[in-house]
T-cell receptor
Framework: NAGVTQTPKFRILKIGQSMTLQCTQDMNHNYMYWYRQDPGMGLKLIYYSVGAGITDKGEVPNGYNVSRSTTEDFPLRLELAAPSQTSVYFC???????????FGPGTRLTVT | TQLLEQSPQFLSIQEGENLTVYCNSSSVFSSLQWYRQEPGEGPVLLVTVVTGGEVKKLKRLTFQFGDARKDSSLHITAAQPGDTGLYLC???????????FGGGTRVLVKP
């Protein structure tokens, strides 16, 4: 069991570029989440999904898009990157919403 | 204003000392979780509390859920350098379904 895996670990983007952060889980969890964590802060929910084909906005969705075509994968797309999107991004999954969330190791993104 | 306020934001203590971290809100929660996050890694669940007044122990860590289910505390006895990390509380509002995280307390235990 690999749990939740994220790629890449690090990325530097120029303003206006786009990229996709990948997230895969092998625990057959229906629920998946994307968070961002700014330095010294807690986690803010960007988007979440309750199952394949179903996604919904979290607290800070602007500038991001997601898709969920399979149970395992939940990619996060950044269009037109901005310096305000410099952050560490965590993907997580859970068996039931509100129960223990399992986190990936994070992707550290810098936009300059 | 955050739904969950954690205090203090930062705590630096010597090995062997005790510490308490607080997680407060004006909302009632159906459940509350505590996570620890080490540098460069994702958070890992320590405990979930669901009943008002509930106390759970995990070795030297004691977690308490307030009687009114609006607040929680984490107490570490005889802290060790391995306890260093960011402690995050997260909770689901009563009649809600989304988990909200507090801002975290960064704990540094010096040898």
């Amino acid at each position: 069991n690999a749990g939740v895996t994220q790629t890449p670990k690090f990325r530097i983007l120029k303003i206006g570029q786009s990229m996709t952060l990948q997230c895969t889980q092998d625990m057959n969890h229906n629920y998946m989440y994307w968070y961002r964590q700014d330095p010294g802060m807690g986690l803010k929910l960007i988007y979440y999904s309750v199952g394949a084909g179903i996604t919904d906005k979290g607290e800070v969705p602007n500038g991001y898009n997601v898709s969920r075509s399979t149970t395992e994968d939940f990619p996060l797309r950044l269009e037109l990157a901005a310096p305000s999107q410099t952050s560490v991004y965590f993907c997580a999954s859970s068996f039931i919403q509100g129960y223990e969330q399992y986190f990936g190791p994070g992707t550290r993104l810098t936009v300059t | 204003t955050q739904l969950l306020e954690q205090s203090p934001q930062f705590l630096s203590i010597q090995e062997g000392e005790n510490l308490t971290v607080y997680c407060n809100s004006s909302s009632v929660f159906s459940s509350l979780q505590w996570y620890r996050q080490e540098p460069g890694e994702g958070p890992v669940l320590l405990v979930t509390v669901v009943t008002g007044g509930e106390v759970k122990k995990l070795k030297r860590l004691t977690f308490q859920f307030g009687d009114a289910r609006k607040d929680s505390s984490l107490h570490i006895t005889a802290a060790q350098p391995g306890d260093t990390g960011l402690y995050l509380c997260a909770a689901i509002k009563a009649a809600g379904n989304k988990l909200t995280f507090g801002g975290g307390t960064r704990v540094l235990v010096k040898p």
